[in-house]
């Protein structure tokens, strides 16, 4: 009989993937770590029980984290990654070129398993020079670093387990005294159609801290229940609104190759539909 992986991560609607070869299935120190293969996705890594990344979709979901900011800002020379052990995000901020990568991840173990189980997805980030890996807490470590970096990516687990204080107002201050002037926080903030709460508490929080507070979209088949949103939060307003021109300008000169990523899909990405408002707080478009 075929095993099936049953995510579990909403109540009422389930992602249930057939599962192949079982490469791993171990508790790390802080988390339930499993990394299988399905016909469709490829290799996929599970924290808890929920999907962290797949190897035939991360593309989408690693794309639209990493060159949205970067290209809107223009001028991003430090990124920091919190969480994002699997090295799929970093992987993607490498391609561009000047630019250097911290990444802190709570789990030595997701980063280890990655390097060896998912070559497809971190493409080697690891032992990328411009790349440093610092094993610890995300919300200890920006509240006691004194660096400063462009862009920050948080890249977490859902608000459960070791990723819910990635969600707190005070890590998002925290990570705000982290940004150099005019930075880009983006976050990975769930599906608003099942994960309407975290949506609406992000907004919150973030828009407390930054005059600049959004969401973009992509749809990512291993992401159950409609498009992500991705939280956006900064002190300038303008890098919301570049102009596709200014955008396929920089894309052209950063010279890196997508698969999904591409300026009209960057300013697309920030139309929120709707229902999406109005978990926001707005009744009409
Ligand atoms: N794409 C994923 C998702 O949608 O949930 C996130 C992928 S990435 C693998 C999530 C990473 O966050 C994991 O490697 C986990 O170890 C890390 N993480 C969780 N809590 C953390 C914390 N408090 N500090 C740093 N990293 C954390």
Not at 26 to 39: G, M, P, R, S, Y
Not at 132 to 154: L, N
Not at 260 to 278: E, G, I, Q, R
């Amino acid at each position: 009989m075929i095993e099936v992986f049953d995510e579990g991560l909403h109540s009422g609607v389930n992602l249930a993937l057939d599962v192949g070869k079982i490469l791993y299935r171990d508790k790390t120190k802080h988390q339930d770590l499993v990394i299988f293969e399905n016909t469709t996705f490829g290799r996929v890594m599970s924290l808890d029980g929920a999907i962290q990344t797949t190897e035939h979709d991360e593309y989408m979901y690693h794309e639209m984290f990493a060159h949205v900011p970067i290209l809107a800002h223009g001028n991003v020379g430090k990124v920091l990654i919190i969480g994002g052990g699997d090295g799929g995000a970093a992987r993607q901020v490498l391609k561009h070129r000047n630019i250097d990568v911290t990444l802190v991840d709570i789990d030595r173990t997701v980063i280890d398993l990655s390097i060896k189980f998912l070559p497809n997805i971190h493409g080697g980030a690891f032992d990328d020079p411009r790349m440093s890996v610092i094993v610890a807490d995300g919300c200890r470590f920006a509240k006691e670093t004194s660096d400063k970096w462009d862009v920050i990516i948080i890249d977490s687990t859902d608000p459960h387990g070791p990723g819910e204080v990635l969600y707190t107002q005070e890590f998002y201050a925290d990570c705000k005294n982290c940004l150099t002037d005019g930075g880009i926080i983006v976050t990975q903030n769930g599906v608003p159609f099942v994960q309407s709460e975290e949506l609406r508490n992000s907004y919150d929080r973030l828009g407390a801290l930054f005059q600049d507070v959004s969401f973009y979209m992509a749809t990512i088949p291993s992401y159950v229940g409609g498009p992500l949103a991705f939280g956006w939060a900064t002190d300038n307003k303008k890098l919301r609104n570049m102009s596709e021109g200014d955008l396929a300008n920089r894309f052209l000169e950063a010279e890196i190759e997508t698969h999904y990523y591409t300026p009209d899909v960057h300013k697309a990405s920030f139309v929120l539909p709707l229902y999406v408002k109005k978990i926001l707080g707005a009744e009409k478009p």
